[in-house]
C-alpha cells in the first residue's frame, strides 16, 4: 500500500452513492393527499364558477351547482362583457374595464417611478431630514385608510378632481407610496454600496446612477412593485367608490352594481362570467411573471 | 509640491470619533501604504479623501488644491474598491469608459484610452464579456482599468488583493509595482497584509484608532518601530517582549539576566526606568555562533512549529515566552537544549510607561 490515492479499483460492499428514495413512502402519500385536499378545496369555487357561467339558464334552475356544463353556451360572458345593465345603462362591463384600464396604467407607472426615486434617495444619498422622512414614510404605512377617507374627498375638491379618473389616479398613488417606497428602500440598500461609490467616483450624477447603475440592476424589485400595484388597484372597490362617478366607475365597482342589480330575474351565468372577467388581469400577471416575482421578493422585499 | 495633503481632519460617524486631528502629506509619485488593525479607520480616511464621505473638520488638499467641498470626480483620483465594484450590466468595455462618458470625453479619445488601459492590464481579450463571465483576478484588473483611463494623478486602493487566493495576490501585488513604477502616479493603498504594506510601499503610514502611530519607509518602521504597538504590529512572528528595567546604566534587567546594550542607539539618552526589551525573533542566532555575539544564554525548546522555509522554536527567558525563527534545516527538537545569542544593538527599548521608544 504505498499509493492508496491512486485511481485503482477498490472493493466497496454495503451503501454506495446517493440513498434511494422510495416513491410510495407513507410520508409522501401523506404530503401528496394532503395537498391534493388542499388544492381541490381551493380550486372548488373555481370550478363552480367556470362550469355555471358556460351554463344556460334552464340548466342552472335545475339546482345541480357541480354539475359539469351539459349544454355549453358563451352567451352569458357576452352579455357580461357588453350587455348587462347596471340601472339605466346596458353597456356590459366594458366600460368599466376600459375606465379601470385608464385608471391603472398611469397609477402603477406614476407611483413606480416616483417611489423608485424616494426609496434610491432614501437609500443611497444621506440628505438631512433622511431618517425623518422615511419614519413617517413608515408610520403611513401602518395608518389605516380609511381613515383619510373625508380628508381626501376635501382635498380633491379643492384640487377640481373630485369624480374625475385623475383625482382617483392620485389617490392610488399617494396611497400606495409608503409601501412602495419601503420596498424600493429596502431593496437599493441591499445592492453593494461601492458600486454606488464606483459611479460617484466615475462622476455620474444624481439622476445618471439611478438610471445607468441603479435601474438596470433592479428589474425584479420592479416587477415585485409592478404586480404588487396592479392588483391593489384593479381589485381596489372602496376608492373607486367614492372618488368617481358612475360613468367613470372601475370594473369591480361595475361588477358590483351588476351582480346586485335587483331588477329581473338573477343572471347566475352572467355575474359569473363577470366576475371571473374581472379578475382575468391580475391572474395573468401572476402567470406571466411568477417567477421574477418571487425572485424579487427574495431579493429585497424581505431584507432590511 | 505635495500631491495630497491632509490638515488636522477630523470625521464622525455621529458621536464615535473615527479620524481624530490626523494629518498627512504624500508626495507627487510617492507609494504610500496606509496599514493597521481592522476598525482603525483606514476605509474611512480614503473615503475623505475620495470625496465619498463629508469631514467633519478640517482639509484636503489634491495638486496643491483644497478639494474639501469637491465631487469625487472633480478631485482627480480614481478609486479600486476591494469587491471591485463593477457595474454588472455593462461589459468590460462599458465600465471602463464610464466615467470617461460622464466627463464627455470624445469618442475617439475614449477609444484610444480604453486600448491602452486594456494593453497595460493585458485585457484586450475581455473587452466585450460581462464582469460576471471574469475570474478574480481578472475582475479586479478591470477595476484597475477603471481608475486607469481616467488619467488620474491619485490612485487609491481599498484592500485590491484581499478578496484573491495567495498566488493570485502575489502576482498582482508585482503587477501594481510594475504599473506605479510605469506611471509614476501618487499612490494610496490600504491593507491589512503586511507583506503588501512592505513590498508595495515608498512610505507606510501604521494607524490605530484614527491616528498615525508612525509615518516611515518600510525598513525604518521594521528596525525602528516608535511605539511598542507598532513594533509589536509589523513583523510575522511579532516581536518578542521582555519584561525588565535599565535602572543600571546601560544595562538591561529581567529576572537574573542582565543584557549590555552595548551600541544601542538610544533616542535620548538611557534612561533608569521600567521597560520593555523588543526582539525580533529572526534576528536571533542560534547554535555555535550565537557564543560570538554580545549576548547570549542557554535555553529549551519548549515547542517547535516547522513552517518549511524556517522553523518558529518557542523557548523562554526568566519564564517570559520567546520565540526564535530558526532555518527550516535546523535539528532543534522539543525538549532541545540550546544555544541562543544576539546582538542587543537590534533591539527596541520601550519605556513601560507611555510604550515610546527610547
Ligand atoms: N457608517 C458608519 N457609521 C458608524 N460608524 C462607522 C461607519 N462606518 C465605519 N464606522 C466605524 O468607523 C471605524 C473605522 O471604520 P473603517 O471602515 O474605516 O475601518 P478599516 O480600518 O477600513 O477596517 P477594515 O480593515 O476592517 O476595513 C470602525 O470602528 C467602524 O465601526
Ligand atoms: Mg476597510
Known sequence: MTNSSSNTTVEMTGPRGAKPKRALSPRNIMIYGVLLVVACYYLLPLYVMI?????????????????????????????????????????????????????LIPSVAISILIASVNGYAL??????????????L????????????????????????????????????????????????????????????????????????????????????????????????????????????????????????????????????????????????????????????????AAGAVKG | ????????????????????????????????????????????????????????????????????????????????????????????????SFGLKNARVPKDEIESRVARAAEILQIEPLLHRKPAALSGGQRQRVAIGRALVRDVDVFLFDEPLSNLDAKLRADLRVEIKRLHQKLHNTMIYVTHDQVEAMTLADRIAIMKEGLIQQLDSPAEIYNRP?????????????????????????????????????????????????VWFGFRPEHVIVGEAATSQPFSTKVVAEIVEPMGSDTLVWTSIENQPFRVRVDGQASIKTGDEFLLGFDPARASIFDKENELRV
Request: with cysteine.
Open chain 2, 226 to 274: 516608535v511605539n511598542k504597538y507598532v513594533a509589536d504590529f509589523i513583523g510575522s512572528p511579532s516581536m518578542n517582549f521582555l519584561d525588565g528595567d535599565m535602572s543600571t546604566k546601560g544595562k538591561f534587567k529581567t529576572g537574573g539576566t542582565e543584557i549590555d546594550l552595548g551600541n544601542y542607539e538610544f533616542v535620548d539618552g538611557p534612561i533608569g526606568a521600567p
Open chain 1, 123 to 136: 437609500a443611497n444619498w444621506k440628505f438631512k431630514g433622511a431618517e425623518v422622512f422615511f419614519t413617517i
Open chain 1, 138 to 297: 413608515i408610520f403611513g404605512a401602518f395608518i389605516p385608510y380609511q381613515i383619510m377617507i373625508y380628508p381626501m374627498v376635501i382635498f380633491l375638491r379643492e384640487l377640481g378632481l373630485f369624480g374625475k379618473l385623475g383625482g382617483l389616479v392620485l389617490v392610488h398613488t399617494v396611497f400606495g407610496m409608503p409601501i412602495l417606497t419601503l420596498l424600493f428602500r429596502n431593496y437599493f440598500t441591499s445592492l453593494p454600496e461601492e458600486l454606488f461609490k464606483a459611479a460617484r467616483v466615475d462622476g455620474a450624477g444624481f439622476w445618471g446612477i439611478y438610471f445607468r447603475i441603479m435601474l438596470p440592476m433592479s428589474i425584479p424589485i420592479f416587477v415585485v412593485a409592478m404586480i404588487l400595484q396592479v392588483t391593489g388597484i384593479w381589485n381596489d372597490f372602496l376608492f373607486g367608490v367614492i372618488y368617481t362617478k358612475p360613468d367613470a366607475y372601475p370594473m369591480t365597482v361595475q361588477l358590483n352594481n351588476i351582480v346586485n342589480s335587483v331588477q329581473g330575474v338573477k343572471e347566475y351565468n352572467v355575474n359569473m362570467a363577470a366576475t371571473l372577467l374581472t379578475g382575468v388581469v391580475p391572474l395573468v400577471i401572476y402567470f406571466a411573471s411568477g417567477k421574477l416575482f418571487v425572485r424579487g421578493i
Open chain 2, 1 to 96: 509640491m505635495t500631491s495630497v495633503s491632509i490638515k488636522n481632519l477630523d470625521l464622525n460617524f455621529g458621536s464615535v470619533k473615527v479620524l481624530k486631528q490626523l494629518n498627512l502629506e504624500i508626495d507627487h509619485g510617492e507609494f504610500l501604504v496606509l496599514l493597521g488593525a481592522s476598525g482603525c479607520g483606514k476605509s474611512t480616511l480614503l473615503n475623505c479623501i475620495a470625496g465619498l464621505l463629508e469631514v467633519s473638520d478640517g482639509q484636503i488638499h489634491i495638486n496643491d488644491k483644497n478639494v474639501t467641498w469637491e465631487e469625487p470626480s472633480d478631485r482627480g483620483i480614481g478609486m479600486v474598491f476591494q469587491s471591485y465594484a463593477l457595474y454588472p450590466q455593462m461589459t468590460v468595455k462599458g465600465n471602463l
Open chain 1, 51 to 103: 362550469a355555471t357561467s358556460l351554463k344556460g339558464m334552464p340548466e342552472i334552475r335545475l339546482g345541480n351547482i357541480f354539475a359539469p356544463p351539459v349544454d355549453i353556451t358563451f352567451e352569458p360572458w357576452v352579455k357580461a362583457w357588453s350587455q348587462a345593465c347596471t340601472g339605466l345603462n346596458c353597456e356590459g362591463l366594458s366600460r368599466g374595464f376600459w375606465n379601470s384600464v385608464r385608471i
